[in-house]
């Protein structure tokens, strides 16, 4: 038996992959929620509960976090979370699979990301990244971390979700809080899922981070150009937004205020590297086109249901 924390669609597609393996999972939300499969189990449960959590993880032989609490509540949210995560896994004799990102390097020279970076961050965001990592490692448990760039695919959350999209959806200008004409990578969620299994199966990955395969990097122009290209939309209008717009929202908006803090990833070069995973575990990224079709298709279910 396995068990996921988080049925966001990177626990979601976790949990249906493993199920589809034949594996027996469980998936832990506080609504309760995640995919339908015979030998998927879907609990309601408070994931920073260590208690609960424990035994929700008897018999497991895989805790994969992938959870993601709200933006504004990472700072009271996670590391009660990463810490009851760690115990369960511990006390289950689990590997603890880490869904993770590249927010602990912070901004790189050149913008160019390695598992072998410094984890350098000073903004406040990155440091909780890289404390959750540090403890995870020090805990004795068997850890492995799959990290990712700017997430594409159905119910991923993004630039492209949040600003380009809507804008084509609506036919309208997108205002977007980046340099749209600089080199930035992007993870498609199926490609994080099939990572993260695999990297937990395997001995050779525990105990460190490694990138998850990703596509060559791309501009965000080019990305909307892709995207209206494959499902027969006008290009998009992009306006550049000067970067003091979301510093200067975030003295009243505490989201901007969050968003306006991670701003170095979309006004430079923003590049990660995969290539050792590659090598290492033979995985290969899905072609991008696969993550835009993937985006599309979902955002045509989702307008269906609207109507």
Not at 134 to 152: I, K
Not at 194 to 202: G, N, Y
Request: net charge positive; hydrophobic share 45%.
């Amino acid at each position: 038996m396995q068990l996921v924390v988080g049925s966001g669609p990177i626990g979601s597609t976790v949990a249906r992959l493993l199920a589809d393996s034949g594996e027996r999972v469980r998936v832990v939300t506080r609504s309760g929620g995640g995919p339908e499969h015979p030998l998927i189990e879907r609990i309601a449960a408070d994931a920073s509960d260590q208690h609960r959590l424990t035994e929700l993880a008897a018999g497991s032989t895989v805790l994969y976090n992938c959870a993601n609490p709200k933006y504004t509540e990472w700072a009271a949210k996670w590391f009660p979370m990463n810490n009851a995560m760690i115990a369960a896994a511990k006390s289950a004799g689990a590997v603890y699979a880490i869904t993770g990102n590249l927010y602990g390097y912070g901004p790189q020279p050149g913008g160019l990301m390695t598992e072998n970076s410094p984890l350098a961050a000073t903004g406040r965001k990155g440091r909780i990244r890289i404390r959750m990592w540090q403890d995870a490692c020090e805990s004795g448990v068997r850890t492995v971390e799959a990290r990712a760039s700017d997430y594409l695919g159905a119910g991923a959350a993004g630039i492209f979700s949040a600003v380009l999209l809507p804008a084509m959806n609506a036919g309208r200008t997108a205002c977007a809080p980046a340099d749209v004409d600089v080199p930035h990578s992007f993870t498609y969620t199926g490609d994080m899922a099939r990572t993260l299994i695999a990297l937990a199966a395997d001995d050779r990955a525990h105990g460190k981070a490694w990138h998850v395969p990703s596509p060559a990097p791309i501009t965000i122009r080019e990305i909307a150009d892709r995207y209206a290209t494959l499902t027969g939309r006008p290009k998009l209008t992009i306006r550049k937004l000067p970067r003091f717009v979301m510093r200067t929202a975030g003295l009243a908006v505490p989201i901007a205020r969050e968003l306006a803090e991670m701003d170095y990833q979309f006004y430079a070069p923003f590049i990660l590297d995969s290539s050792l995973t590659e090598r290492t575990f033979g995985l290969t990224a899905a072609p991008i086109e696969v993550a835009l079709r993937e985006t599309a298709s979902d955002a045509e279910a989702i307008a269906a249901r609207r109507m």
